[in-house]
């Protein structure tokens, strides 16, 4: 089968490899129908986060038909399509009883301290072979699948897989409700839905931040009250908007390849710390494959976590689902401490959100649809990395068709 193969930081290929098989009783073979392209497979090909083992196939966002099931998987049948979510967990160990499937005790073959599972994730995280390809194995598949109704396409379903429920989670556990002030950094495909997400839960104020146009009009047109960092200094537009008083909830929806401002007035700021994030990317990613304006990083690993700090009102709350390498060791502790803050974070529990936001999908509350700017065919899936990878305007999620 066709597989988009991870061979190197800056260097991935479409290649032919064999087809998975059922290598335990509760695996399933799912025929991928679509999938789709994370800001989160960026950092893995630009080297930022964790070590990536030559041969693994990438891809943890997917929907598909299951064409195989091993004799220990009673509630799926060959034929039903369903979604997998990003994160693998078992279903019976303690944290998968406390609902916190993220932190899965047996499903990484790794061993239970060895943290999240995901497909086409670094060594650390399986690796499991992922589903930016024909066909992928999925573990444990009782409970790692999620049947599809009928009625909702794959177009609908593909971003139930990772970012939608990534986005809630991020919002869920900072408590966002009615009456609330949030700020979501970063408007990409998580961002978009954490708007989404607090709009659903009643938030009253939402601000959005970023420097790229497109994205931050698919914001306004959610309702967001939107700044570019590029032309205003964000804190100083939220303490003026909320009359001093900052943001009740922070979600940053951002993750350690952060930019830090190349103009206007926030951009003193950011530079007064150049040093140190020169510093922090080196810690976190001591090999990069820069190819002229491709595989680039971001230029400042803690920009987004320092901003939320400072946006956050005094004991406010910080919600980090932003990806952030174990590596990285930056965080203003300090500031945070003596404002109070409540810091929530964390990999997306995905079996505990996907049933919830289906349904709202099903019942037409969210169409998840507006987030998809492109779609391309697998064969096409290097040129779509590539386009991703240089931020270019109007390019917010990339559909993957086998
Ligand atoms: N916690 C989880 O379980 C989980 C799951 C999925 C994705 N993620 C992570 O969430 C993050 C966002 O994912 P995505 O697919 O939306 O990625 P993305 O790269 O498309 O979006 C990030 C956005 O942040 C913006 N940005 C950069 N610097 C900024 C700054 N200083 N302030 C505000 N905005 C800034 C970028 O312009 C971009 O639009 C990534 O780090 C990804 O790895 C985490
Ligand atoms: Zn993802
Ligand atoms: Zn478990």
Known sequence: MKALVFNGVGDIRLEEVDLPKILNDNDAIVRVTLSAICG????????????????????????????QIGKAVRNFTVGDRVIIPSTVACGFCPSCRKSNFSQCL?????????????????????????????????????????????????????????IFPTAYFGADIA?????????????????????????????????????????????????AECINFNEEDPTEIIKELTKGTLADIVID???????????????KEGEKLKKEFQQELESIAPKLNVQGKQWKPGDAPSQALRAAVGMAAPGGTISIIGYYPPELDAFP??????????????NCPHKKYIPLLLEKVRIGVVDPTTILSQERTLEEIVEAYKHFDLREEGWIKVAIKP
């Open 333 to 346: 502790i300090g500031q945070a401490m003596n404002k109070n803050l409540n810091i929530v974070m964390g």
């Open 106 to 162: 047996e499903s990484n073959p790794n061993g239970p301290e060895a943290g999240t599972t995901f497909f086409g994730g670094p060594k650390s995280s399986g690796p499991l072979q992922g589903c930016q390809a024909e066909y992928v194995r999925v573990p444990f598949a009782s409970v790692n699948l999620v049947k599809l109704p009928e009625e909702v396409s794959d177009h609908e379903a593909i971003l139930l897989s990772d």
């Open 253 to 267: 929806a951002v993750g350690v390849e952060a930019e830090k401002p190349s103009s206007g007035p926030a951009k």
């Open 40 to 67: 989160t497979d960026l950092h893995l090909v630009r080297g930022t986060v964790g070590q990536m083992q030559k041969g693994t196939i990438l891809g943890h966002e997917a929907v598909g038909v299951i064409e």
């Open 175 to 223: 408590k966002v409700g009615p009456g609330k002030v949030v700020v979501v950094l970063g408007c990409g495909p998580v961002g978009q839905f954490a708007i989404t997400s607090c709009k659903l839960l009643g938030a009253s104020r939402i601000f959005a931040i970023d420097n790229i146009g497109s994205r931050l009009d698919l914001a306004r047109k959610q309702g």
